[in-house]
């Protein structure tokens, strides 16, 4: 019971906090923005609602929404043409030449099309990283990316040249810190208007703060009904870093059927029933709970009605809602990424 309370605080501490985010989304246009701060260009604005696109892929079609190049120049012109302005991506999604094609494409100003994309599967130290982030931009056929995040908080060891990132001699917190450094001077040479990190934990990020380097502008982490770091969120907010859940439906970014993974979060009969009440589907209602709490989120989806749905969220939740879909049973493994706390 006490967990139980203290989530009902937070939050309501973290609703007040966001009131600013929930009054942007509250009319008809709920992919409103928000400012980045910190390592990030004066007046960047992130969308608040973008589309994700990556999981299942490379590698032959297995169950479950399989992404390449030609997938994701269909996706993402049907998502452009619906209104939808934010797309995220990684160099190592195999997705990025699909979707600068579709940008290209779409007749809409680039300055009005958010991109985010991704370095490596973690810090590749400082030459590894600005290497990859020109084959980030060649891939997508632009100049510049709007948001460019280390993916992982666990450092590549392999092949790096890196001398703070040798393995057994060098810390993960020196490589991180090493590769950050590099994603500053992408940052300062305008290669990306802002700059930040993906699964990084507190303590990774407090590290480049004890560096004495600039905070990241968003931190794009899981999070969901089902997984909700609550301490994580706090510490985010509080430094300016806008938190970005990713998975907000509780979906792996593998196939589950070739995976232990204990069902659909949208069969929740808790979402169901809070679904019925505002005329929704339980994956807006899902979406939404997130958004109430000033979080950014990209649900990846190729389908154009799912799309659809995931642009149309101008309703509000109660706080007695909020409450019950976070306290909702869970399941054993209700985390359906790997685990950054893990990580050294």
């Not at 892929?57 to 996706?75: D, F, L, M």
């Not at 001398?163 to 057994?168: D, M, R």
Request: glycine share 8%.
């Amino acid at each position: 019971m006490e967990s139980r309370w203290f989530y009902a605080w937070f939050v309501l501490s973290v609703l007040a906090v966001s009131a600013a985010a929930r009054r942007r989304l509250a009319g008809p246009q709920p992919d409103g923005t928000v400012t980045l701060s910190n390592a990030a260009k004066p007046g960047t604005k992130m969308p608040l609602l973008g589309v994700g696109t990556g999981g299942y892929s490379p590698g032959p079609p297995i169950p479950g929404e399989h992404w390449n190049n030609s997938v994701a120049a269909v996706a993402m012109a049907e998502w452009l043409k619906l209104g939808g302005r934010r797309i995220d991506t990684a160099y190592d999604y195999h997705t990025q030449v699909g979707i600068g094609q579709a940008v290209a494409k779409s007749g809409i100003p680039r300055s009005e099309i958010f991109i985010t994309s991704k370095i490596g599967s973690g810090p590749m130290g400082y030459n590894g990283t600005l290497n990859q982030f020109k084959k980030v931009l060649e891939t997508l056929n632009m100049t510049y990316v709007d948001l460019l995040l280390i993916h992982w908080s666990w450092p590549i060891y392999n092949g790096t040249t890196d001398p703070e990132c040798q393995h057994g001699v060098a810390s993960a917190t020196s490589c991180r810190v090493s590769s950050w450094k590099a994603m500053l001077e992408i940052f300062k040479s305008g290669g990306a208007h802002a700059v930040g990190v993906s699964n990084f934990e507190a303590k990774h990020i407090q590290g480049i703060h004890t560096a004495g380097l600039p905070l990241p502008a968003v931190n794009q982490v899981e999070f969901s009904p089902y997984w909700h770091e609550l301490d994580l969120l706090e510490y985010c907010q509080q430094n300016n870093i806008v938190f970005n859940g990713y998975a907000p439906l509780a979906t792996p970014d593998w196939a589950p059927a070739s995976h232990h993974w204990n069902g659909s979060l949208l069969d929740s009969h808790v979402l169901k029933k809070v679904a019925a009440a505002h005329n929704k589907s339980p994956a807006q209602v899902s979406l939404r709970w997130s958004l109430q709490q000033g979080i950014v989120i990209n649900p990846r989806t190729w389908n154009p009605a799912h799309m659809q749905e995931d642009l149309d969220l101008d309703f509000e939740l109660t706080h007695a809602e909020m409450m019950e879909i976070a306290n909702m049973p869970k399941p054993s493994n209700s985390k359906v990424c790997p685990n950054p706390q893990t990580f050294p």
